[in-house]
């Protein structure tokens, strides 16, 4: 049984940095892809950034050059850097992991993004 644990969340000033990290309990390299989701009050879920077992890594436009998502396949860990925040980036961020026909997610983590 996969177990996804996720950290970092909190509240930061507009321009702030925060960065979440999602703790896998096996080995990252074999599942298929892992990212971070988001969901506002009142919103569906979103993706906002995702990285595959070989690296390739894709944002949703409203990130690109604030966000950056790496991780450490010693640790088995997926972290999401979160740069120059904005109030609209408020919202639970869940980790994700996909691998053959399953998929689970962390427990969420909330950002809160105000002065």
């Known amino acids: 049984q996969v177990q996804l644990v996720e950290s970092g969340g909190g509240l930061v000033q507009p321009g702030g940095s925060l960065r979440l990290s999602c703790a896998a309990s096996?080995?990252?390299?074999?599942?298929?892809?892992m990212g971070w989701y988001r969901q506002a009050p009142g919103q569906q879920r979103e993706l906002v950034a995702g990285?595959?077992?070989?690296?390739?890594?894709a944002y949703t436009d409203s990130v690109k050059g604030r966000f950056t998502i790496s991780r450490d396949i010693v640790k088995n860990t997926v972290y999401l850097q979160m740069n120059s925040l904005k109030p609209e980036d408020t919202a639970v961020y869940y980790c994700?992991?996909?691998?053959?026909?399953?998929?689970?997610w962390g427990q969420g983590t909330q950002v809160t993004v105000s002065a």
């Open positions: 990285i595959s077992s070989v690296g390739i890594i």
């Open positions: 994700n992991a996909v691998w053959g026909t399953s998929a689970l």
């Open positions: 096996r080995n990252i390299l074999s599942i298929n892809a």
